[in-house]
């Protein structure tokens, strides 16, 4: 715990303007990003006597061990940077709001030659427009199903899609009336897209010109005595007035607004947010945050605008947004709306009539959402703070273990071996440091060296990133580290002295790697022999503050190093549910990378080994030819008539499909068909054939 005075800065070093600025602790990392009006005066509030601050504050200045400024120009300009950090830092002790759910939303894909309208959930896409956020997802799709009697737009996949226009036949739905089936050619492109321009017109909210249409095509179809026309239409205005039904008119004036409400108390804080377009609640939504800082209920909105509004523009942001209080100031953070929408943008309290009213509501739903989280929370900490000391007692350490790794090691038959870390804090899962290895030390199947490998691979990081000197890396050990998404982790990348330059261990802005933070436990699956090679690899490092242990799956039994005997926790004992979970994660995290890895493998071809051959001029060859084995039997002639590929690499492409040895015809096992050389999935690495049923086979194999 650092004394907040070894690092305070002297006052006339702090300029009296504003900025943004950054708390970060004795690893370098960022614990906590705010925003002032004056650094000087909002900088001094932190460096008080400990007591007369607020307890998570107190607990804030404790744990950071610098602090740092960013002078900006204007309000506006350290609202948007404050946003900009806490979304690439994500500290610590901001306030952060959780979603409770993914919510779902309806989407109309209008970057698409063909408009699909389907449900969608996380990151809004360009091209894309989006009604709700709503609920439920059947919500969505009881109101789509209305919607198609009258605007009949495409819902299928992509390969739906594609397979209808190969054959000719449209889907289902192209034959009941509710999809116009561009895919056969029934409507153009262009009046496909008028029908989905009209849906997304009905879902904004004009639903007026639509059903008064649909009353006087009815009328004119009747006076003409089309009665099936006319009962058809009848129907179809049923079905607009049903979907209108759904969402209820709660504002005149076909108002767009977000009603902002938050319920709090000492510890926590909820918050709910209706979205009312055309007069009509089209979408609902709510957050639940810690309060990690003594905060007011203006801030909390504050926070809750830059986490709505921090990645939208244009009409996402509407005209009106109404809020239970005002940030102070105000006018940065109306400006700030007003930059991202394109137009003003009014951010006021409703005072009085069916704004306030609705506003009552959406506080209701904000008060009970708390409650409710606080109901499921309150068993949740509970629970998680249980394991944590039981697993400290059993195991005899100094403290919980409020970082835990663990690894484990996967393989096809010593084929492909990896191996995963993954990281839980408090006893959650930290999937943004979870790591993916691959084993190069040695070739063939060792569990217990590849443990070893990669336990000494990870923690010669955490010393290099700690030690700050200027000793050289090894740059063999530091090539083939992945993380979660199968990236490479940027670091060093060539012998050199650490901290030198971009190749050094920290960013240009100081940030460390995530090597940097050691784990008070490391996890291993396995017994006896795991935990020993783990414990010598730390050994050899000259760590010795850092615990281990292994969890065996037959008995689920927790061995220590060097003890002959293992731990045995109470089946019920919470503890041993969270090594579970710990251990069964770090299985399935490998696993998956292993199959990624064999996969790849068993999609290799030849043309993978020409040199200089990329991906566009290995489909073109393709494309020309028709198949692989077709253009294996061609001459370099031929090969030369392939718009982009010279006589030279015409050569090479021959010598290379020369050289790998042609694949035996694959076998379908249940009709003992022979199917042909290029069909998906039936051929291995180097050509040879890999029958569904022999990829099953391997599959239980796999450790």
Not at 56 to 73: D, I, K, N, P, Q
Not at 133 to 159: E, N
Not at 193 to 216: H, N, P, V, W
């Amino acid at each position: 715990m650092a004394d907040p005075s070894s690092y305070r800065p002297k006052p006339g070093e702090i300029p009296d303007t504003p900025g943004v600025y950054r708390f970060r602790d004795e690893h370098r990392r960022v614990i906590y990003v705010g925003k002032a009006k004056s650094l000087r005066q909002r900088l001094a509030n932190y460096f008080q006597d400990l007591a007369s601050l607020h307890p998570r504050t107190r607990t804030m200045v404790t744990t950071a061990a610098s602090v740092e400024w960013t002078v900006v120009s204007t309000e506006v300009e350290a609202l948007q940077m404050e946003y900009s950090w806490i979304k690439e830092f994500d500290p610590r002790f901001n306030v952060k709001y959780r979603d409770d759910k993914s919510y779902p939303y309806l989407a109309v894909t209008m970057n698409e030659e063909f408009p699909r309208v389907q449900v969608m959930r996380g990151h809004k896409r360009k091209g894309v427009r989006y009604f709700g956020p709503y609920g439920h997802a059947w919500a969505i799709r009881d109101t789509v199903d209305l919607l198609l009697r009258v605007f009949p737009v495409r819902t299928c996949s992509a390969g739906v899609f594609k397979n209808a226009t190969r054959t000719g036949r449209p889907c289902l739905l192209g034959y009941i009336g509710k999809c116009s089936a561009p895919c056969v050619d029934r409507v153009s492109a262009d009046e496909h897209r008028d029908l989905a321009e009209d849906f997304c017109d009905f879902m904004a909210g004009r639903t007026g010109t639509y059903i008064r249409r649909l009353e006087q095509q009815m009328a004119d179809a009747a006076e003409e005595m089309e009665y099936e026309r006319a009962a058809r239409l009848r129907d179809d205005i049923g079905a607009l007035k049903k979907a209108m039904e759904k969402s209820a008119v709660v504002l005149a004036d076909a108002t767009d607004a977000d009603l902002i409400a938050v319920a709090e108390d000492e510890l926590e804080a909820a918050v709910q947010i209706f979205h009312v377009r055309g007069g009509r609640v089209r979408g609902q939504r709510g957050w639940v945050t810690d309060k990690v800082e003594e905060i007011t209920t203006g801030a909390l909105v504050e926070h809750a605008l830059q986490q709505l509004y921090g990645e939208e523009k244009g009409d996402s942001v509407p005209k009106e947004v109404l809020v239970p209080a005002l940030p102070e100031p105000v006018e940065p953070v109306q400006e700030w709306l007003a930059e991202r929408r394109g137009s003003g943008v009014s951010l006021r309290i409703p005072q009085r009539g069916d704004k306030k009213a609705l506003m009552e509501t959406v506080q209701r739903n904000a008060q009970q959402a708390l409650v409710l989280h606080k109901t499921k929370r309150a068993s949740d900490l509970t629970t998680r703070s249980r394991a944590l000391e039981e697993i400290a007692e059993a195991l005899d350490l100094d403290g919980a273990p409020l970082r835990i790794e663990c690894y484990d090691i996967s393989h096809l038959q010593g084929d492909d071996v990896v191996a995963s870390m993954v990281v839980f804090e408090d006893g959650l899962q930290r999937k943004s440091e979870y790591r993916r290895f691959q084993i190069k030390g040695f070739a063939g199947q060792d569990d217990v060296r590849s443990m070893h490998e990669v336990v000494s691979r990870r923690f010669r990081r955490y010393l290099a990133e700690k030690e700050k000197t200027g000793e050289w890396v090894d740059d063999a050990s530091q090539t083939d580290l992945k993380d979660a998404s199968g990236n490479d982790v940027p670091g060093l990348s060539g012998p050199g002295p650490r901290g030198a330059g971009e190749n050094g261990l920290k960013d240009d802005d100081g940030r460390p790697r995530k090597f940097a933070y050691p784990p008070q436990l490391v996890v291993v699956d396995g017994g006896q022999p795991q935990v020993a090679a783990a414990k010598r690899a730390l050994d050899e490092l000259g760590i010795d503050d850092i615990a281990v242990c292994g969890l065996a799956k037959r008995l689920e039994e927790v061995w220590l190093p060097q003890e002959d005997d293992p731990v045995v926790l109470p089946r019920t004992s919470e503890g041993l549910y969270l090594l579970q979970r710990v251990r069964d994660e770090a299985h399935r995290f490998a696993i998956t990378y292993q199959r990624t890895k064999r996969s790849q493998r068993f999609r290799s071809s030849p043309l993978d080994d020409v040199p200089g051959l990329g991906d566009t001029r290995k489909q073109a060859l393709l494309k020309h030819f028709g198949s692989l084995k077709k253009l294996r039997s061609a001459t370099i002639d031929q090969i030369c008539e392939v718009p982009g590929i010279g006589r030279k690499t015409a050569e090479t492409i021959a010598v290379a499909l020369a050289q790998a040895a042609p694949a035996a015809p694959a076998v379908n096992t249940a009709t003992g068909e022979i199917m042909d050389e290029e069909e998906p999935g039936t051929t291995g690495s180097g050509g040879d054939p890999v029958t569904a049923g022999a990829q099953d086979e391997r599959r239980g194999q796999e450790t």
